[in-house]
Structure formats: structure tokens, C-alpha cells
């Protein structure tokens, strides 16, 4: 399992890297008046929230390559959770 | 929606430092901190102030479980299996926070943070105990090399029902709040499921990435989530934090955690307060 550990660490690091340029880019670019600002900002955040949704894909990958049932099915009902809450998001996002 | 100037984006990245490392320093995440800051100081309403929490709670555990993987402190599969209860909760509160009013909130957050106060105070002087090095871990347990004491240390899960109750409601307080949950899951994990404090938190920083996400996509998707706002804290935790593991190792954080009662008594008694008017 330790090659699932070190592949959920690295997704882990590119996400956080990735998100963290995207918002610092967005936030300057936001106060010099910029365009493309709010586009890079809102990359950024949906990058964050990417990454543990990643993290869980990778996660499912690994433990159906080991032949791991328990914990492929675990693993995909938090990412069923995760998109329950993508679903609710929708559902209360009164500009659809 | 709040405005956005450079000033407010300043004031909340600061905030965002302080509070990030406040919680490197303490071992707790800095929503409790900063969720009042930004409610209370800045007078964000609510939803906005947690939603910005969340983020900071996904970045800090995302960068902090990157660099312990691979590290056998975090355990994995115990993870995954918990996060199954703390998504759920997550998703729950994250809708129920959607139905309630600001002072209800509120109330529940002053509750909530006297009780990480009390929790914080108890546990002062909590040293690991001594575990027998030749137990079977079983299934959920886990193994890891401890740099302190130069050995293995070796446990074995007990009372799983438990742990998921701990960790569905630390879901819920989550989204409901902004804030990580692990103050309510690393006690639990700790005393009553046989895990070593190390672990129980490396764990839970694991687990509340997941957790925030399930959360912070609700706030997302409603417009309460302002990326500008978001950004700021998210780069002042990472800042605040990097210096508070870079700067905070040799502290015996005894005086800094009886300090850090007194703030949250003082948080949770405004906060509830300003419930109730």
C-alpha cells in the first residue's frame, strides 16, 4: 500500500500547488484591474476542492488494483458523498 | 456579498496567519479562530465566514497529509473508513446550515468552542501511553516509527461504532461551522479507541480534506464562497502555518494552550451572545 500512500501524496502536492498559483495570480490580478482575474480565481478554488475528490479517485484505483473490495466500496461511497454534495450544491444554487 | 478591496483582502490574509499558526502551534485547526474573526470582526454574515474556513481547512489538510504520506503516521485505511461518517455529516450539516438562521449558528458555535476550550484544557499534560509493541494491529490498526522515543509503536482499533458516530458528528460541526472537526475526533479516537495521539491527529488532518470539500461545495454552489475572500485566507493559513510548524517544534505549548482556553472562552461567550440578541 505504500505506492497508493505515495501517489495520494503526490496528488495531494499538485493540487495544493496548483490552486495556490491560480489564487495568488487571480487575487493580484484582481487588484491591478485585470482581466481574467475572477476566471483564474474561481480556477483556483474549484482546484482546492478538486484535489481531496482526486485524492478519493486515486484511492478507489488503488484498492481495486490490489483486488481490495471492502475498501474500493468504502472509498466509493465517500466519492458518491462527495457528489451528493455536488448534487445539493445544484440544487440550491438559484441561478440554474 | 461583501466588497472586495485590497484592504479586506489584506486584513483577512493576516488573519488567516494568525490563525494558521495558532493551529500549526496547537495542533488544532485555526476555523475556530478565524470563523469569528471574519463573522463577529468583520461582519461577513455567517455562511460567508465558514465558507471561507473551509477552504483554508481543505488547503492546510491537503498540504500538511502531502508531506506525512508514505510516512506510516497517517493511517489510511482507518481514514477512508471514517471519512464514510464524516462526509455524510458533512453533506448534512452543509444542507441544514442552508435552512438555519444566523443566531441559531451562532449558539452552536459558542457551545461548541467552550467545549474545544474544556477538551484543550483536559488534556494539558496527555502523553502517549505505552503500548505492547507485539500486538496484531488487525485489520484497521497501524504501525509507525516514533523520532522521539526511537521505537515502533503499535496499536490495534478499538470501539469502530464509536469512531464513526465521533466522526459523523465532527462532519456535521464541520460544514455547519467552517471548521476542521478533529477537536472532536482526535479526543475520541484517542481515549476510548486505542489510537496513539499521533496518529489519531495526523488521521483526522487526513480525513478533514474530504470532509471541508463535501461542505465547501455546497457553500460553492449557493454563492457564499467568494473566491477573492477565499484566496486571501487560504494564502494566509499556508503562510501562518509553514511558520508555525518552521517556528513552533521546541515550544512546550502548555502556556500557549492555557492561553488559547481563555481566547475561546472569550470567543464562545461572544459568539453566544450575539446568538441570543
Known amino acids: 500500500m505504500n505506492r497508493l500512500e505515495r501517489t495520494i501524496g503526490a496528488v495531494l502536492r499538485a493540487g495544493v500547488i496548483a490552486s495556490s498559483l491560480a489564487l495568488a495570480v487571480g487575487l493580484l490580478l484582481q487588484f491591478m484591474n485585470a482581466p481574467g482575474a475572477q476566471v483564474?480565481?474561481?480556477?483556483?478554488?474549484?482546484?482546492?476542492?478538486?484535489?481531496?475528490?482526486?485524492?478519493?479517485?486515486?484511492?478507489?484505483?488503488?484498492?481495486i488494483?490490489?483486488?481490495?473490495?471492502?475498501?474500493?466500496?468504502?472509498?466509493?461511497?465517500?466519492?458518491?458523498?462527495?457528489?451528493?454534495?455536488?448534487v445539493a450544491a445544484l440544487v440550491f444554487n438559484k441561478r440554474l | 456579498m461583501p466588497i472586495v478591496t485590497p484592504a479586506l483582502a489584506a486584513i483577512i490574509f493576516a488573519a488567516g496567519a494568525v490563525s494558521g499558526g495558532f493551529g500549526a502551534l496547537l495542533g488544532i485547526g485555526g476555523g475556530v479562530l478565524l470563523v469569528p474573526f471574519l463573522n463577529l470582526g468583520l461582519h461577513l454574515p455567517f455562511p460567508v465566514a465558514a465558507a471561507i474556513s473551509l477552504t483554508t481547512v481543505i488547503a492546510t489538510s491537503s498540504s500538511v497529509s502531502a508531506a506525512r504520506a508514505g510516512k506510516q503516521l497517517i493511517n489510511m485505511r482507518l481514514g477512508m473508513l471514517l471519512e464514510v461518517a464524516t462526509a455524510a455529516g458533512s453533506l448534512f450539516g452543509g444542507v441544514t446550515a442552508q435552512m438555519l438562521a444566523q443566531s441559531t449558528v451562532q449558539k452552536v458555535f459558542g457551545v461548541v468552542t467552550a467545549m474545544v476550550a474544556i477538551i484543550m484544557l483536559t488534556r494539558l499534560q496527555r502523553r502517549n501511553v505505552i503500548l505492547d509493541p507485539d500486538i496484531d494491529p488487525g485489520p484497521l490498526g497501524g504501525r509507525y516509527?516514533?523520532?522521539?522515543?526511537?521505537?515502533?509503536?503499535?496499536?490495534?482499533?478499538?470501539?469502530?461504532?464509536?469512531?464513526?458516530?465521533?466522526?459523523?458528528?465532527?462532519?456535521?460541526?464541520?460544514?455547519?461551522?467552517?471548521?476542521?472537526?478533529?477537536?472532536?475526533?482526535?479526543?475520541?479516537?484517542?481515549?476510548?479507541?486505542?489510537?496513539?495521539?499521533?496518529?489519531?491527529?495526523?488521521?483526522?488532518?487526513?480525513?478533514?480534506?474530504?470532509?471541508?470539500?463535501?461542505g465547501a461545495v455546497i457553500y460553492y454552489g449557493t454563492g457564499q464562497l467568494v473566491p477573492a475572500l477565499a484566496a486571501s485566507a487560504v494564502l494566509g493559513v499556508q503562510l501562518g502555518s509553514w511558520g508555525g510548524m518552521r517556528f513552533g517544534q521546541r515550544a512546550s505549548a502548555m502556556w500557549l494552550k492555557l492561553l488559547m482556553a481563555v481566547v475561546l472562552f472569550v470567543v464562545s461567550a461572544v459568539m453566544f451572545t450575539r446568538g441570543i440578541r
Request: proline share 3%; aromatic share 6%.
Open chain 1, 40 to 63: 483564474l480565481l474561481h480556477a483556483g478554488i474549484l482546484t482546492l476542492l478538486a484535489t481531496p475528490v482526486a485524492r478519493v479517485i486515486v484511492s478507489i484505483v488503488g484498492y
Open chain 1, 65 to 86: 488494483r490490489v483486488r481490495d473490495w471492502t475498501f474500493s466500496t468504502l472509498t466509493a461511497i465517500v466519492l458518491l458523498e462527495l457528489l451528493a454534495s455536488a
Open chain 2, 145 to 214: 516509527h516514533e523520532e522521539e522515543s526511537g521505537g515502533m509503536v503499535t496499536y490495534r482499533v478499538k470501539r469502530l461504532p464509536l469512531a464513526l458516530a465521533a466522526s459523523f458528528v465532527a462532519g456535521n460541526m464541520s460544514s455547519l461551522l467552517g471548521i476542521g472537526g478533529g477537536f472532536i475526533k482526535v479526543p475520541v479516537l484517542n481515549a476510548w479507541c486505542g489510537i496513539p495521539v499521533r496518529a489519531a491527529a495526523a488521521t483526522s488532518a487526513f480525513m478533514i480534506g474530504v470532509t471541508a470539500t463535501a
